[in-house]
């Protein structure tokens, strides 16, 4: 089963102004990532936040989470037209010892209109 | 550096046909690998993991297998496809703090 639910599943907005998606998952967590997959591709790593962890800054990248709330947000300031693309956030989870796997979640299409 | 390879990029097969889609890392060793499958619109679905050769676990029940023959190599493998097994599959490996896939492999079951 899915853990993280992403919302909105699908945003579009106009290049130069910020995106907003959020990700409610619904176990205990380790730590969250939030990957970016282009269309028909692979995904790409953006970011990972620690469940001690309120905040975190990578470029133009703010990731936030609440852990009482289960959810995690993932903001893109000054969104350019490359940035065009579907968002995921996923939860580790241990599978045995030395071995995690990864729940992803539905994802949000992003679009940048120029 | 780290690299894995995924091929085909694209694959139409009949119903009924076999299947044998590859992945390889290469720049680590012993890496836990997976296999994912991405409905059109969808998340990923974890249908595969190892953590060693010859140490497949399946997550859900399916017409799909894998193998593990050598420490880098991961191949996912049907008999008989079924219309259902049409989607987009990602091989990956992982290090506790990130997942790296690649490219993944359309399938069209037809």
């Known amino acids: 089963s899915q853990q993280g639910e992403e919302d909105p599943q699908a945003l579009s907005i106009q290049e130069g102004e910020n995106a907003t998606m959020n990700c409610s998952y619904k176990?205990?967590?380790?730590?969250l990532q939030w990957y970016r997959q282009n269309s028909g591709r692979g995904l790409v790593h953006l970011i990972l936040i620690r469940s001690n962890e309120r905040e975190k800054h990578s470029g133009r990248l703010r990731v936030t989470l609440d852990t009482s709330k289960k959810s995690s947000s993932l903001l893109i300031t000054a969104s350019r037209a490359a940035d065009t693309a579907s968002y995921f956030c996923a939860t580790d989870h241990l599978i045995i010892q030395g071995a995690q796997k990864l729940v992803f979640g539905q994802g949000t299409r992003l679009t940048i209109n120029p | 550096s780290q690299t894995i390879h995924q091929w085909p990029a694209t694959l139409v097969q009949p119903v009924g046909s076999p299947l044998s889609l590859e992945c390889t890392v290469e720049g680590t060793s012993n890496p836990n690998l997976y296999w994912y499958r991405q409905a059109a619109g969808r998340g990923l679905q974890l249908l595969f993991y190892?953590?060693?050769?010859?140490?497949i676990s399946s997550e859900v029940p399916q017409n799909l297998s894998a193998s593990r023959p050598q420490d880098r190599q991961f191949i996912l493998s049907s008999k008989k496809l079924l219309l259902s097994d049409s989607g987009f599959y990602l091989c990956?490996?992982?290090?506790?703090?990130?997942?790296?896939f690649g490219q993944g492999t359309r399938l069209t079951v037809v």
């Open positions: 176990t205990s967590i380790n730590n």
């Open positions: 190892s953590v060693g050769i010859g140490q």
């Open positions: 990956a490996w992982s290090v506790p703090t990130e997942a790296f």
